[in-house]
T-cell receptor, first 113, second 113 residues
Framework: GENVEQHPSTLSVQEGDSAVIKCTYSDSASNYFPWYKQELGKGPQLIIDIRSNVGEKKDQRIAVTLNKTAKHFSLHITETQPEDSAVYFC????????????FGSGTRLLVRP | NAGVTQTPKFQVLKTGQSMTLQCAQD?????MYWYRQDPGMGLRLIYY???????DKGEVPNGYNVSRLNKREFSLRLESAAPSQTSVYFC????????????FGPGTRLTVT
């Protein structure tokens, strides 16, 4: 089955610096890779996703890159702000059925003012 | 729109007791999901319903049952609660099952003593 590994588990950066979170997946049939942000006491919320037919996608300060050959994808946050502090999860579908998302174990990002 | 709502927010059960977690969405989504979130383990899919009238197992279905009551509502039942089921439970919905954004509810924190 699919296995998604996420690193690092915690990340502390100074406000204004960049943050990078990396995930690897095992199922070569996976074709959709979302990133979710979870604030304390709330449910996760989608912040960006990428499909297997593109290598990079940007949305303002957030970008995701995908390397299908190496089976890894990364979240990049530039010019970090205190409100970026949260837990971030990557995910990949089980096989070609995106009904079943396998989530990484999460990265707790702390942005220091 | 309220989005995805879950009841109750908190619950404490004794081992062997049963209960049903309720979930409803007002976004006219076809697909609905139940996840559990344990510390350091990300989210794991318990059951999902691709469309009204269908349900299927996820990663960790043992000890749970689900009912897709109608298009709006998807309930999760614990027939005989065990301490290992202590967790935070999230319901989610999506309009497009394969490769579509999932919208999460606020969660139910369940403790089994």
């Amino acid at each position: 089955g699919e296995n998604v590994e996420q690193h690092p588990s915690t990340l502390s950066v100074q406000e204004g610096d960049s943050a990078v979170i990396k995930c690897t997946y095992s199922d070569s049939a996976s074709n959709y890779f979302p990133w979710y942000k979870q604030e304390l006491g709330k449910g996760p919320q989608l912040i960006i996703d990428i499909r297997s037919n593109v290598g990079e996608k940007k949305d303002q300060r957030i970008a995701v890159t995908l390397n299908k050959t190496a089976k890894h994808f990364s979240l990049h946050i530039t010019e970090t702000q205190p409100e970026d502090s949260a837990v971030y999860f990557c995910a990949a579908p089980l096989g070609d059925s995106s009904y079943k998302l396998i989530f990484g174990s999460g990265t707790r990002l702390l942005v220091r003012p | 729109n309220a989005g995805v709502t879950q009841t109750p927010k908190f619950q404490v059960l004794k081992t062997g007791q049963s209960m049903t977690l309720q979930c409803a969405q007002d976004m006219n989504h076809n697909s609905m999901y139940w996840y559990r979130q344990d510390p350091g383990m990300g989210l794991r899919l318990i059951y999902y319903s691709a469309s009204e009238g269908t349900t299927d197992k996820g990663e960790v279905p043992n000890g749970y049952n689900v009912s897709r009551l109608n298009k709006r509502e998807f309930s999760l039942r614990l027939e005989s609660a065990a301490p290992s089921q202590t967790s935070v439970y999230f319901c989610a919905s999506s309009t497009q099952g394969r490769g579509g954004e999932q919208y999460f509810g606020p969660g139910t924190r369940l403790t089994v003593t």
